[in-house]
């Protein structure tokens, strides 16, 4: 089974500009979480999706949002983009909430 | 709020030796524990997964051991390897939701 793909894997922005993240799920995995990680947060919980449907959500402001798709494809978005968006963003599919979360390599942004 | 915490920040240590991590969390009502692996850079790969009615899991030279009424969890390498020098991670779920929280890892170099 192919894993958690993840695209782009590096990007570069600047402040104000927005952008658009995407995250294939393992084939079958319904949920799909992201999550943000940076060395002074660490990993943390952006938003979860589930056929479709934001289920979960994390303490992020309103210029994070996503959606799913109906084959389970996520895409995140980040609007107005902050120096402080610079961050390794990861996308993890599961089953379901519960059972075991497989990651994909990340997109690594950089915000100048 | 469920917190993760994880002890020690960094270790260091010669191939063979057999090591410890330990990971404790504040919510004894947990769902389950599970522990990834990350190495620079890159996405997070899932160790082992142990559902809150499961005392152990066992994988290769990895075991995990969960105790909610102390709020411990730990995992065990067995004679250490180069290749296994990178961040272990834990992350608890509990509460209203299945969404876990992280610790920040336990960052591990094996030297040879």
């Known amino acids: 089974k192919a894993g958690v793909t993840q695209t782009p894997r590096y990007l570069i922005k600047t402040r104000g500009q927005q952008v658009t993240l995407s995250c294939s799920p393992i084939?079958?995995?319904?949920?799909v979480s992201w999550y943000q990680q940076t060395p002074g947060q660490g990993l943390q919980f952006l938003f979860e999706?589930?056929?479709?449907?934001?289920?979960n959500k994390g303490n992020f402001p309103g210029r994070f949002s996503g959606r799913q798709f109906s084959n389970s494809r996520s895409e995140m978005n980040v609007s107005t983009l902050e120096l402080g968006d610079s961050a390794l963003y990861l996308c993890?599919?599961?089953?379901?909430?519960?059972?075991?979360?497989?990651f994909g390599p990340g997109t690594r942004l950089l915000v100048l | 709020k469920q917190e993760v915490t994880q002890i020690p920040a960094a270790l260091s240590v010669p191939e063979g030796e057999n090591l410890v991590l330990n990971c404790s969390f504040t919510?004894?009502?947990?769902?389950?524990l599970q522990w990834f692996r990350q190495d620079p850079g890159k996405g997070l790969t899932s160790l082992l997964l142990?559902?809150?009615?499961?005392r152990e899991q066992t994988s290769g030279r990895l075991n995990a051991s969960l105790d909610k009424s102390s709020g411990r969890s730990t995992l065990y390498i067995a004679a250490s390897q180069p290749g296994d020098s990178a961040t272990y991670l834990c992350?608890?779920?509990?509460?209203?939701?299945?969404?876990?929280?992280f610790g920040r890892g336990t960052s591990l170099i094996v030297h040879p």
């Open positions: 993890a599919s599961t089953v379901d909430l519960g059972e075991t979360q497989y």
């Open positions: 084939s079958g995995h319904r949920s």
């Open positions: 999706y589930f056929s479709e449907t934001q289920r």
């Open positions: 919510d004894s009502a947990i769902y389950n």
């Open positions: 142990i559902q809150s009615s499961q």
């Open positions: 992350a608890s779920s509990s509460g209203g939701s299945y969404i876990p929280t």
